[in-house]
């Protein structure tokens, strides 16, 4: 399996777009350090960079990897190699390459100009999302034989997540806005990676006055221990359901 | 060796496999014919496991290979057009190769083919600048580098230059010598007729017979294997 990965790390590397993005990452994080007199704003605006262009690379970028990697997943299918071994060593290239760019990217410059526990959660849920995504890009690949199709559905996932389901999230709420839906909304806000991550970062960022009542539902709920380690193992499912469902698709798949 | 049973296999509605039932065994030299789009390749990919069938199963050395996958470890195979990863190149691609099958006891490598082939020469071209007959060539050679007890060829001499299909057939003929069991699809009859000792002929996803190549000579009266086969063709 070792093997596997360190054929799949160094493909990754050699097509260079995993460089570009780490590059990319730098050049926004330190620019927007610079730009800001305090560190503190520098960390919110760049959280908002980040939760858009990390989940969308990443899912991108696996998408088309596995396409890409058509010919290699079928010549180690007919190798004596288990496809239980082969998927997840794709998924742990896949997942490695793009955390450590991340990690290189902006943890560095985070770590460097704004330390503390903010900092780290921030660099933790980007890793976090780097790998829920590279799971879901996995799961669109192995869906559908026809490469536009699952870019397509990879592309749409991410729309979904980072603007239609706060859209939904918003219009649920307008619609029943004579209920008390406070409680609910933790619930509803484990169905996306992304607002658990924003939230984690939010609430440790002691700006959650600024979100009205919901705001401090949640204080009381993400800001406890329990609470903290609850999300941390929803993001942790993110990780593994998607997995767990593309590799029981790729163990049954025609090559 | 490979035993299959009532293997069934369809792709939306076409039926790739209907009820096949192979037994082969070691020592044997097997010729797989149909037509395009008989089944053949499908089969092939069976017996490898990269097709999961509908219905059946398929052993190999007594050992259902639905789970298991160590089998492929005594396999060699050579697919109708070899695709590799493009930005590899073939020295890479040939010790990534052994690197996965690098086995504790470490079996001797057969490397006659690479060196027959003159692949030592192109071993930093990359994969994606290589001719069809090249990789061809590359494949062959894979599929013959750990000393597989079974090698499975599928259409081996397509592209290949006449004096590399010679040094391939002289290959196959030797292995066969040693008591291998090879099973080889090919469209070019006269490739197979001093190479095979049966015959296995595929109609629409069924297994029209399978024969010894004396039993078909009897039967048909030719000597020559593709007029034998013509011959049954036209009956059909």
Known sequence: ?255 | MIIASNVSKQFGKLKALNNVSVTCNKGECIALIGPNGSGKTTLIKSILGMVIPDNGFITFNGKNILHDWLYREFIGYMPQAGRYPENMTIGQVLDMMKDIRKKANSTQLDEELVNAFKLPGLLNKRMRTLSGGTRQKVSAALAFLFNPDVLILDEPTAGLDPLASEILKEKIIKQKQQGKLVLITSHILSDLDDLVTQIIYMQDGNLVFHKSIENLREDTGEHKLAKAIANLMMKN
């Open chain 1, 1 to 255: 399996m070792k093997k596997i990965i360190k054929y799949v790390i160094a493909d990754i590397l050699r097509n260079k777009i995993v460089l570009a993005y780490t590059a990319f990452l730098l050049v926004i994080s330190l620019s927007v350090f610079n730009i800001e007199d305090n560190a503190g704003k520098g960390l919110l605006s760049l959280l908002n960079i980040i939760l858009i262009i990390v989940p969308l690379v990443a899912v991108v970028f696996s998408t088309i990897y596995i396409y890409n990697s058509a010919e290699f997943i079928e010549l180690l299918v007919s190798q004596p190699l288990r496809r239980k071994k082969i998927w997840i060593s794709l998924f742990a290239g896949l997942s490695g390459s793009l955390s450590l760019a991340f990690f290189a990217g902006a943890g560095i410059p985070v770590m460097l100009y704004a330390p503390g526990a903010t900092g780290l959660i921030m660099i933790v849920v980007g890793i976090f999302l780097s790998i829920i995504f590279v799971a879901i890009a996995m799961l669109a690949a192995v869906t559908t034989r026809d490469k536009a199709k699952g870019i397509g559905i990879s592309i749409l996932l991410w729309l979904y997540f980072s603007l239609l389901f706060d859209g939904l999230v918003v219009f649920i709420l307008f619609q029943f806005q004579d209920y008390p839906l406070e409680k609910a909304m933790i619930a509803v806000s484990g169905l996306n990676p992304i607002d658990l991550g924003r939230i984690l970062i939010l609430l440790k960022m002691d700006i959650s006055a600024m979100m009205g009542y919901t705001g401090a539902v949640f204080k009381d709920f993400f800001g406890t221990g329990t609470g903290f380690t609850i999300s941390l193992l929803v993001m942790c499912c993110w990780m593994i359901v998607p997995t767990w469902l593309s590799l029981r698709k790729f163990n049954r798949k025609d090559l």
